[in-house]
């Protein structure tokens, strides 16, 4: 069992850059694959970036590739999700995930992200 809470959403100006960070309470969070996704409003969630292993393996959506940058730490059992070049379409809700047995489990609440242009 492991609880998940984001932080670090807000309102940022396009071609900002804001960290998210999600920590856990329970299991050590190397021990799940993570993952971070979005919903924006009218839209279904989508994938954004993964983590296994803390580092041992990172997979992007190709919409975020090259900006966004998914990373752990072990000592704080947070997982971070560091976006640059923001776009407007990058405004949603961001959730953090982890993952057991092949499937994301356990989320958190989700934190607000605004890009205004």
């Known amino acids: 069992q492991v609880q998940l809470v984001e932080s670090g959403g807000g309102l940022v100006q396009a071609g900002g850059s804001v960290r998210l960070s999600c920590v856990a309470s329970?299991?050590?969070?190397?021990?799940?694959?993570m993952g971070w996704f979005r919903q924006a409003p009218g839209k279904e969630r989508e994938f954004v970036a993964a983590?296994?292993?803390?580092?041992?393996?990172?997979l992007y959506a190709d919409s975020v590739k090259g900006r966004f940058t998914i990373s752990g730490d072990n000592a704080k059992n947070t997982v971070y999700l560091q976006m640059n070049s923001l776009k407007p379409e990058d405004t949603a809700v961001y959730s953090c995930?982890?993952?057991?047995?092949?499937?994301?489990?356990?989320w958190g609440q989700g934190t607000q992200v605004t890009v205004s242009s």
């Open positions: 995930a982890a993952a057991e047995h092949g499937s994301y489990k356990y």
């Open positions: 329970g299991r050590t969070l190397s021990y799940y694959r």
């Open positions: 983590i296994s292993d803390f580092g041992g393996s990172t």
